[in-house]
């Protein structure tokens, strides 16, 4: 008899990172550990859809997934333009806002940040001490 999968929302997990080449490996090797740990994956690359909205399709992935994990390590202003990258910070707060609501028990997540010093001001500031990676 084949085992019982649990519904997609409690296996899928949001992934809130840089999609550049320096963080290639680093985002490959999430995408291994949580599909080897039975989970299933979910990014804005799974869909190359150019007509869909880019944050549309942010709020539909953090709705229907019970777990997140966000890389905000990298924050700081780039060479170019001298301007942070706060989308990632900013899908973070969509998740936080998101756990007050479908299924919110089961929203869990876990928070790179990029120094030892930004995790204490960062818990404070968001409460993320209550965001903690959980296997079911």
Not at 4 to 32: H, K, M, W
Not at 33 to 49: K, Q, W
Not at 93 to 102: E, M, P, S, W, Y
């Amino acid at each position: 008899m084949a085992a019982t999968r649990q519904p997609l929302y409690q296996r899928s997990v949001f992934i809130n990172c840089p999609f550049d080449g320096e963080y290639l490996p680093i985002f490959r090797a999430i995408i291994f550990t949580v599909s080897a740990c039975g989970f299933e994956p979910r990014s804005t690359l799974e869909h190359d859809d150019a007509s869909q909205v880019r944050i549309e399709k942010i709020y539909r992935l953090i709705a229907s997934s019970a777990f997140g994990i966000h890389d905000i390590s990298r924050t700081e202003p780039d060479d170019e333009n001298r301007l942070p990258r706060f989308n990632m910070p900013l899908e973070l707060g969509v998740f936080l806002g998101a756990k007050g609501g479908r299924a919110a028990e089961l929203k869990s997540g876990m928070v790179a940040v990029g120094t030892k010093r930004d995790a204490p001001s960062l818990a404070a500031e968001e409460k993320l001490h209550r965001v903690s990676f959980k296997l079911p």
